[in-house]
């Protein structure tokens, strides 16, 4: 959707909604009551589409709104080279916008995976996150360490020179991993709960 000129609106990332009472994050601004008004045009058009009726035949839920937020002008995009492996739909489309190639991110880590130039998005902490949903939470955190720290841990050795690097994005932390931490012998062995439980009662303290 574009328009010739930049709508004076303000809104909130889906991201940022998911799991929160919706109505305080609509788009707001002067131009906010043009677009809640084409929002409920959408509404209406999604409830007769054949699209939902098929849905709704196959015992399935309708898609019956649209989540509107961003904008602004687009811009040319760095190319790059990296291989981005994610499950993210917003991931995927700002990768491929950027000429990096998207690939499905696979179980377990490979390792071709960690001898090439790549971006892994985890996500499965993401949705518990936003629901507030401790139980799912913390059966994300075993998935993630079964799946992927500890085969990650045991796969150290054959990170290739460019090393491993894991990122929390939202609070900016970051550790790099090279072959030779393989042998740092006297480093103990922790699971990633106790790690992150560890980090938590640092910082409050």
Not at 99 to 120: E, M, N, R, S
Not at 145 to 167: C, H, K, M, T, Y
Not at 179 to 200: E, M, Y
């Amino acid at each position: 959707m574009s328009f010739p000129q930049a709508p004076n609106l303000s809104t909130t990332p889906l991201s940022v909604a998911i799991g929160r009472a919706i109505e305080p994050l609509m788009p707001q601004g002067d131009d906010a009551p043009r677009f809640r008004s084409l929002l409920n045009e959408l509404q209406m058009l999604l409830f007769e589409h054949p699209v939902n009726q098929t849905r709704e035949a196959r015992g399935e839920l309708p898609i019956n709104s649209l989540w509107l937020w961003g904008g602004g002008h687009k811009r040319s995009a760095p190319r790059s080279r990296l291989s981005v492996y994610t499950r993210d739909i917003e991931v995927s489309a700002l990768a491929t916008f950027c000429g990096a190639a998207v690939h499905p991110l696979p179980a377990q880590p490979d390792k071709t995976l960690l001898k090439t130039k790549a971006i892994g998005v985890l996500d499965e902490l993401t949705r518990a996150g936003q629901c507030g949903d401790a139980f799912g939470w913390r059966e994300s955190i075993r998935s993630l360490e079964a799946n992927w720290f500890g085969p990650l841990l045991d796969a150290i050795r054959s990170i290739g020179p460019q090393g491993l690097r894991l990122v929390d994005p939202v609070h900016g932390k970051a550790l790099q991993l090279q072959q030779t931490d393989a042998w740092k012998i006297w480093r103990r062995r922790r699971s990633l709960s106790s790690a992150l439980g560890s980090i938590q009662a640092a910082n409050q303290t």
